[in-house]
Nanobody, 124 residues
Framework: QVQLVESGGGLVQAGGSLRLSCAASGRTFTVYTMGWFRQAPGKEREFVASIRWSGSITYGADSVKGRFTISRDNAKKTVYLQMNTLKPEDTAVYYC?????????????????WGQGTQVTVSS
């Protein structure tokens, strides 16, 4: 089993920044890809970004490209999501996820493990 614990969410004004963290523990050697998803009320879970332990990165929606940056610290088994120039439409619960495969990064069903989620609220 792999456990994921997110932190760093909160309330921020539009234009502000937040950094989310996701610490992994347990059988992390079974996991090759870490990802971030978000889910706003009444909407489907949306892929934000993913990163391999090798460093390969994939970003999701065009709306986050150039504003969000995913990174990782292998020694700490932690993945980060730096979010800049936040907009009210970024308001959502952000989830960290992990999977053992190299494919299907965009699809929630491909992920084996999930964190509890952290709320990000951006006020206008």
């Amino acid at each position: 089993q792999v456990q994921l614990v997110e932190s760093g969410g909160g309330l921020v004004q539009a234009g502000g920044s937040l950094r989310l963290s996701c610490a992994a523990s347990g059988r992390t050697f079974t996991v090759y890809t870490m990802g971030w998803f978000r889910q706003a009320p009444g909407k489907e879970r949306e892929f934000v970004a993913s990163i391999r332990w090798s460093g390969s990165i994939t970003y999701g929606a065009d709306s986050v490209k150039g504003r969000f940056t995913i990174s990782r610290d292998n020694a700490k088994k932690t993945v980060y999501l730096q979010m800049n120039t936040l907009k009210p439409e970024d308001t959502a619960v952000y989830y960290c996820a992990a999977k053992s495969s190299y494919s299907g990064d965009y699809y929630p069903n491909e992920y084996n493990y999930w964190g509890q989620g952290t709320q990000v609220t951006v006020s206008s």
